[in-house]
């Protein structure tokens, strides 16, 4: 029987996995802390889906939204699957056990969101991902055939060939944080569902785990790295000085929730009355206001904190109905409330802060990753969810879209290695750097290189960008990688230098990409290339 390993366990592992476990796969699941310590448990806003397949004009109305959030970036026939497979998948997930919030006549309570023209998000009010990772882990820890790793850091794909990724993979050498051991665990077929890169930025709303591991991993066996430059900053995280970013749901914008500056909300509290979406600074960028996509709405604020040296604008809500938002968003409520802050009663300061990585490892509609070299399938490696590039997102993520994404091209990808079975290889693989091990020693202190890496992305490969800045930040991060290296080469492996290692590949990556475009589209905004339109 051929076993299958996953590395993650957000909603796109954890889904896979049961998916073949279900088929009769013996399936090994690694994450490098628990299994609810993903970026699918911290997603607040939900899951958009038409769940009636025979719904034309809502079919096409989420395809075209979609489209139109990609900046023309998007692979139309990759949305149109994505779009049309959700209902099935919803089903799925309820059937797992997944609850979401419904309406007092018993019908799905929706949503909607920044770029959506309908409303047709799915929720657990304000903590759908929580609720997904909850049901989904449940039903894993419960399966006989899926075998948990958790505080396993994967290092290094193994290759059946040395230097021949064309052959394929068959397995990795994986940090056991427990015992300090590196061990070599095999795989007829890796599915890489390792998430984002979040914390490559020192504002972010990812969880500590979204250091970018799959990419890095991934491009140093050879495999097609595309659209890094397109990196998502959400709108509206809460700036609260000496806390990190809390993530401020799009759905309270959907809800009414308005973002004004500091002159517009000084206008508004003389005169109440009026709607304050007709305050908004975000209509200088769209008429659409607080409720344009993810990349006009946070590049309107990143460009009026420029201009007004302020830390932050402001999510207003005291024109709407306290006790209402705080039924209906009561995880964010609660966190507000250990800061003072009350919905409905006081302006929440926000701002932008790293959120997503639409750009990622290329793959096809099977999820199989592709070589750099040649664009064919690499035997045995697949990627889903996150750090996978499918084509669904484009240049731009439309908000839900995530979640959606990610449990389709999981039950692709498992549909495909349930009708295509891995063959099992019962050949002895290498044992991780098998000559010097005794030579390694302990690493001195390296908080700094991260220091210096995060704050290269901040200021060097932000929401604006300069020529100028991201070839500054690629010399600097390719410096800091070569230093890093040679302390990871003498050095006994700890998930402190794993991680760097791949952060610093992965910000140089982006920062790369970024200076290779010619043209602005969606999330990548370089003010040179308007100064040459212009």
């Not at 800045?469 to 290296?485: F, G």
């Given at each position: ?179 300090g051991k590196v061990e070599t665990i095999a795989g007829d077929a890796v599915l890489l569902a390792t998430g984002g890169a979040g914390q490559l930025w020192d504002k972010t709303t990812n ?112 024109h709407l109905e306290s006790e209402r938002l705080k039924l209906r968003f009561p995880m964010i409520a609660e966190r507000l409330e250990t800061y003072g802050l009350t919905l409905g009663r ?59 994404e990610a449990v389709v091209f999981a039950h692709q990808t498992s549909e495909y290695l349930i009708e295509n079975q891995p063959q099992s290889h019962p050949q002895q693989l290498p044992e ?103």
């Amino acid at each position: 029987m051929p076993r299958v390993l996953i590395i993650g366990t957000g909603i796109a592992g954890l889904f896979a996995a049961l998916r073949l476990a279900n088929a009769g796969q013996m399936v090994t699941v690694l994450t490098k802390q628990r299994p609810k310590d993903s970026s699918t448990n911290w997603a607040q806003g939900g899951i958009a889906a038409i769940l009636d397949k025979t719904n034309v004009t809502e079919i096409d109305g989420h395809v075209t939204d979609t489209l139109r959030a990609g900046d023309g970036m998007c692979n139309k026939t990759v949305v149109q699957m994505v779009v049309e497979e959700a209902g099935g998948r919803i089903q799925d997930l309820l059937e797992i056990g997944v609850q979401f919030e419904k309406t007092t006549h018993g019908e799905f309570q929706l949503a909607q969101e920044g770029g959506h023209s309908s409303r047709r998000i799915l929720h657990a009010k304000d903590a759908t991902g929580r609720e997904i990772e909850r049901a989904l882990n449940d039903a894993a820890q419960r399966h006989p055939n899926i075998f948990m790793k958790p505080n396993t850091l994967a290092i290094d794909l193994i290759q059946k060939e040395h230097k021949f990724p064309e052959k394929g993979i068959c397995g990795v050498w994986a940090l056991d944080q427990d015992s300090g051991k590196v061990e070599t665990i095999a795989g007829d077929a890796v599915l890489l569902a390792t998430g984002g890169a979040g914390q490559l930025w020192d504002k972010t709303t990812n969880p500590s785990v979204a250091t970018g591991d799959g990419v890095a991993m991934a491009y140093r066996t050879g495999a097609c790295i595309e659209n890094m430059a397109y990196v998502q900053f959400h709108p509206t995280a809460l700036m609260v000085e000496g806390e990190r970013p809390f993530l401020i749901t799009e759905a309270l914008r959907g809800e009414g929730a308005v973002l004004l500056d500091h002159d517009g909300y000084t206008e508004w509290c003389k005169d109440k009355k009026r709607d304050p979406a007709e305050l908004s600074f975000t209509l200088s960028a769209s008429k659409e206001g607080s409720m344009a996509t993810r990349d006009i709405v946070a590049r309107a604020i990143d460009q009026r904190l420029a201009e007004t040296g302020k830390s932050h604008v402001w999510l207003v809500t005291q024109h709407l109905e306290s006790e209402r938002l705080k039924l209906r968003f009561p995880m964010i409520a609660e966190r507000l409330e250990t800061y003072g802050l009350t919905l409905g009663r006081d302006p929440l300061p926000v701002g932008p802060a790293a959120h997503y990585m639409v750009g990622g490892l290329k793959v096809d509609i099977h999820g199989r990753a592709l070589l750099a070299s040649n664009n064919h399938p690499i035997p045995g490696l697949f990627a889903i969810g996150e750090v996978a590039c499918t084509g669904m997102h484009g240049a731009n993520r439309l908000a839900s879209n995530s979640l959606l994404e990610a449990v389709v091209f999981a039950h692709q990808t498992s549909e495909y290695l349930i009708e295509n079975q891995p063959q099992s290889h019962p050949q002895q693989l290498p044992e991780w750097r098998s000559d010097g091990l005794d030579t390694l020693s302990e690493h001195g202190p390296i908080a700094h290189d991260r220091t210096t890496l995060n704050q290269t992305m901040r200021f060097e490969v932000g929401i604006s960008r300069k020529y100028s800045r991201l070839q500054r930040a690629i010399r600097r991060l390719s410096l800091l990688e070569q230093e890093i290296d040679a302390i990871w080469k003498a050095s006994i492996p700890t998930r402190e230098i794993v991680e760097l290692r791949n952060m610093i590949l992965v910000g140089r990556l982006v920062a790369e990409d970024a200076n290779d475009r010619t043209e602005n589209r969606g999330l990548h905004y370089n003010k040179d290339i308007i100064s040459v339109d212009g």
